[in-house]
């Protein structure tokens, strides 16, 4: 068994690593550009009809890439309960919470409990013992959130209001970010027994279904005659770009880098989305904006550079058992992950 300390220094960033790191920064690219994406495809789709067509249409993209490289598409039925789990916690009550509770909120509030997601996975992990991070991670972390709330602050994620109005819509986008914490947490902890796709596929298969329940009186209202062929560009790719590529990209950095220092890329998306709004609409950047930015980068770069501390022994050897007759013998444990 490899040991907590030497394990630990294997989540640190190392020239090895450097492919996750581009893969996770197209990743943000991606979610950027995807902004735009979908406030030009909600011109002609209602929000939950939109999320239901492009999870049904990714599940499918999936699915088939699962089986055309995988050679198989079995469910994996010892794991069902908790694949549903996951695909509901970050298909169902993200996309759900974040749509609906941002009709409800201002951008200003909705930008900013964006931006507390990566230091929530973090505490979350920390709480469920998944991983222990060293006091450099937590001030990268605290550091791209300062850079956020400046940014925020500067006007270029709207104004920022507690309380009142926005109360139920604040409490909604919460719940839809909870929702994706515990997805990235739960995740990881069961990548040692499925590759990224595969885990992809199944949870996005199973939380599907009950986001199109919740989306059929949208469905049904949907006036079928609004989306231009633009529209439909956007929503088919948002659904392979944005869903299918992005997810297991994800769920590989996950396998590789552990959930705080992959959640911390989230961070980066407004950037993009910024800097387009800037090259595509020249918005301009006040200076505040352009010091949140530089301690958003930062914040990643102390994160990514900091080494994970060594788990207890308990939490070293303990990880998801494959389920008798399988052939499988027990997952390592989290600690000893890459």
């Known amino acids: 068994m490899t040991s907590p300390t030497a394990s630990a220094t294997k989540t640190a960033w190392q020239p090895g690593t450097w492919a996750v790191d581009a893969a996770l920064l197209t990743v943000t690219l991606v979610w950027g550009i995807n902004n735009v994406a979908v406030k030009t495809a909600l011109q002609g789709f209602s929000p939950l009809?939109?999320?239901?067509?492009?999870?049904?249409?990714?599940?499918?993209?999936?699915?088939?890439?699962?089986?055309?490289?995988?050679?198989?598409?079995?469910?994996?039925?010892?794991?069902?309960?908790?694949?549903?789990?996951?695909?509901?916690?970050?298909?169902?009550?993200?996309?759900?919470?974040?749509?609906?509770g941002m009709a409800l909120s201002t951008a200003g509030n909705v930008s900013f409990v964006l931006a507390t997601m990566p230091a929530t996975t973090a505490l979350l992990g920390f709480l469920l013992r998944v991983e222990v991070l060293p006091w450099r991670a937590w001030a990268g972390l605290a550091t791209t959130l300062g850079g956020a709330l400046l940014i925020i602050a500067s006007g270029g994620g709207g104004s920022l209001s507690l309380g009142g109005a926005t109360a139920r819509g604040d409490i909604l986008v919460l719940a839809g970010t909870l929702g994706w914490c515990l997805y990235t947490i739960l995740s990881r902890r069961i990548?040692?027994?499925?590759?990224?796709?595969?885990?992809?596929?199944?949870?996005?298969?199973?939380?599907?279904?009950?986001?199109?329940?919740?989306?059929?009186?949208?469905?049904?209202?949907q006036d079928w005659s609004r989306p231009a062929p633009l529209h439909w560009a956007c929503l088919a790719g948002s659904a392979a770009l944005a869903l299918v590529f992005a997810y297991v990209v994800w769920n590989w950095g996950l396998s590789r880098i552990g959930t705080a220092r992959t959640a911390i890329y989230g961070n980066i998306t407004?950037?993009?989305?910024?800097?387009?709004?800037?090259?595509?609409?020249?918005?301009?950047?006040?200076?505040?904006?352009?010091?949140?930015?530089?301690?958003?980068?930062?914040?990643?770069?102390?994160?990514?550079s900091s080494k994970a501390g060594a788990a207890t022994p308990a939490v070293v050897c303990a990880g998801p058992v494959a389920s008798a007759g399988s052939g499988q013998a027990a997952a390592p444990g989290l600690a000893e992950r890459p």
């Open 49 to 100: 009809s939109f999320n239901a067509l492009r999870f049904a249409i990714a599940s499918t993209l999936a699915m088939g890439l699962l089986l055309i490289t995988e050679r198989r598409v079995a469910l994996p039925r010892p794991d069902l309960a908790l694949l549903f789990g996951i695909g509901f916690l970050g298909n169902t009550v993200y996309q759900v919470g974040f749509i609906k």
């Open 191 to 221: 990548l040692d027994r499925y590759t990224p796709l595969r885990l992809t596929a199944w949870t996005m298969v199973l939380g599907t279904i009950p986001l199109v329940a919740l989306s059929v009186p949208e469905l049904r209202a």
């Open 270 to 304: 407004p950037l993009w989305t910024g800097f387009f709004g800037w090259l595509l609409l020249r918005e301009v950047w006040a200076p505040a904006r352009v010091a949140g930015a530089a301690l958003i980068l930062l914040g990643v770069g102390m994160v990514r």
